[in-house]
T-cell receptor
């Protein structure tokens, strides 16, 4: 079955700097790659997603890139702000299978 | 819309007891799933359903049962609780075309 690896497990960046979180997946048939943000004590919420027919997608300060050949995808957050402090999860899914498998998460700390 | 609701919010069980975690959604979503969240382990898929009458196993199904008799409800049953099942449990639902998962508020379960 699908396996998703996520790195790093913890990331600290200075406010205003950029943060990058990387994920790899095992099943080449996966074609949907969402990213979720979970603030302390709250439920995960979708922040951005990308499908396999697209190499990059941006939404304001957040971007996701996908390299299908290497089976990895990354989340980029620019001009980080205190409210970006949270746990971020990547995930992968094969449409025909419908289940969504998550990575273990990255705890992002934004330092003042 | 209430979205995805889960009951109870907190539960303490003794080893060997059984119980059902309730999950309901009022968005007419076809897809529903159960995850458990443990420190450092991310969100692990327990069971999922692509529609009423259809369920399938996820990554960690042992010790849990599910059924999907209606589109709205997807209860998770713990047959004989074990301390290893101490966790936060999240239910999620999504519409097939979107794939965005809407998570419930979670149930914090402690097994002593």
């Amino acid at each position: 079955g699908e396996n998703v690896e996520q790195h790093p497990s913890t990331l600290s960046v200075q406010e205003g700097d950029s943060a990058v979180i990387k994920c790899t997946y095992s099943d080449s048939a996966s074609n949907y790659f969402p990213w979720y943000k979970q603030e302390l004590g709250k439920r995960p919420q979708l922040i951005i997603d990308i499908r396999s027919n697209v190499g990059e997608k941006k939404d304001q300060r957040i971007a996701v890139t996908l390299n299908k050949t290497a089976k990895h995808f990354s989340l980029h957050i620019t001009e980080t702000q205190p409210e970006d402090s949270a746990v971020y999860f990547c995930a992968a899914s094969i449409d025909r299978d419908d289940k969504i498998i998550f990575g273990k998460g990255t705890r992002l700390h934004i330092l003042p | 819309n209430a979205g995805v609701t889960q009951t109870p919010k907190f539960q303490v069980l003794k080893t060997g007891q059984s119980m059902t975690l309730q999950c309901a959604q009022d968005m007419n979503h076809e897809y529903m799933s159960w995850y458990r969240q443990d420190p450092g382990m991310g969100l692990r898929l327990i069971h999922y359903s692509v529609g009423a009458g259809i369920t399938d196993q996820g990554e960690v199904p042992n010790g849990y049962n599910v059924s999907r008799s209606t589109t709205e409800d997807f209860p998770l049953r713990l047959l004989s609780a074990a301390p290893s099942q101490t966790s936060v449990y999240f239910c999620a639902s999504s519409y097939g075309g979107s794939r965005e998962q809407y998570f419930g508020p979670g149930t914090r379960l402690t097994v002593t």
